[in-house]
């Protein structure tokens, strides 16, 4: 990880709400370098007398100029993200550092399916992918299994239909653990071997992986994905787990 690029001060240009705990943070920082979709990017806040929390964020959107965005999930008793979901406004500026990564990352000019495992704001760096394969206009295959509580708390759901829809090479599917919509086939539950063979690429199909979300969510993921058959070396994964301090 690159982490000695240095502070940048960006500025909050929009913000709007993504779900009823979620909010999507469009920051315009100057002389941005660009980025790989995957990448995230550090966010320091600092205090009026000098503490400063330093937090860790995915970028959600696709390159383009000097606009990234962030999607952040408030996290009950949380310091970072209530504050960037409540208190900061467009026009507020907010130090960054990044782009950081160079492992969790989709290049278009790789030709491999790709499969895509999202649970919770897990689906955020996952989304600058499939956002950049449009931008790119790659034809490579994508398929997107996103476990979520209920409906209500899936992220850029409009965003994902629309895509999938208008888009053979793009399949999403998801997985509810609290709370299924109406008439839907199956009961709330945790993600499970059935699902991911039912809603993935056979292991022989040499797909690249991205597994990304809390955890234990993520173990559990590529435990079954191994187990079905993937090379481990093919799938990478991002835990959202606490970070700085
Ligand atoms: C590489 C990376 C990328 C990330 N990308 C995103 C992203 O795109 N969107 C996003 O919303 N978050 C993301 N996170 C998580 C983010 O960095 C923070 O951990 C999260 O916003 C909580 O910070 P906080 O200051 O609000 O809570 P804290 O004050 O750090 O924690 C408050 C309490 O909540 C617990 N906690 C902290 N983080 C989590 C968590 N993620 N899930 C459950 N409990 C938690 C802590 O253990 C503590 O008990 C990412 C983390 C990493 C490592």
Redesign the pocket.
Known sequence: MNRGASWRVAQLVESREETGTARTLVLEVPDWPGHTPGQ?VDVRLTAADGYR?E????IASAASGNRIE????R?H??????YLIDVFSVGDPVEIRGPVGGWFVWRAADPAPVLLVAGG?GI??LMAMVRARRAAGSRVPFRLIYSVRTPRDAYFADELRQRSRDDGGLDVSYVYTREVPDGWSSDAHRIGVADVNSHGWPAELEPTCFVCG?TGFVETVADILVALGHDSRRVKT???????G
């Open positions: 995230h929390a937090r860790s964020y995915s962030l999607t952040v999930q996290v008793d949380g310091e970072v993200s209530p704001s955020v760096p809390p991002e835990r959202f787990g606490p970070t700085g």
